[in-house]
């Protein structure tokens, strides 16, 4: 059974720091591409970050060069270190395996999100 657990998630301030992690079991990395998705109250889920099959890496404009995504494969997590967090990165973060890319639809397995805010 596939199965996908986010942690990490909490309350910071702006410019602060947060590493979520996805501990994924009932499959391995070779199966599957890992993508990080976040949704805002109101708004549609939006993709972060994803690391494929391949391990090419893609983010969301917004992010680059302050979000990171990597991988341990001995551990069979996924990480999305999150650095100079802002307000608007102010989401329920989820995890996701499925083909890759950064469309939720590409992904068939999620998990129950965690909740990151971020205060001014």
């Known amino acids: 059974e596939v199965q996908l657990v986010e942690s990490g998630g909490g309350l910071v301030q702006a410019g602060g720091s947060l590493r979520l992690s996805c501990a994924a079991s009932?499959?391995?990395?070779?199966?599957?591409?890992i993508g990080w998705f976040r949704q805002a109250p109101g708004r549609e889920r939006e993709g972060v970050s994803c690391?494929?099959?391949?391990?090419?890496?893609y983010y969301q404009d917004p992010v680059k060069g302050r979000f990171t995504i990597s991988s341990d494969k001995a551990k069979n997590t996924v990480y999305l270190q999150m650095n100079s967090l802002k307000p608007e990165d102010t989401a329920v973060y989820y995890c996701?395996?499925?083909?890759?890319?950064?469309?939720?639809?590409?992904?068939?397995?999620w998990g129950q999100g965690t909740q990151v805010t971020v205060s001014s």
């Open positions: 009932g499959f391995t990395f070779d199966d599957y591409a």
């Open positions: 690391i494929n099959k391949d391990a090419s890496i």
């Open positions: 996701a395996a499925g083909r890759g890319g950064l469309g939720p639809y590409e992904y068939a397995y």
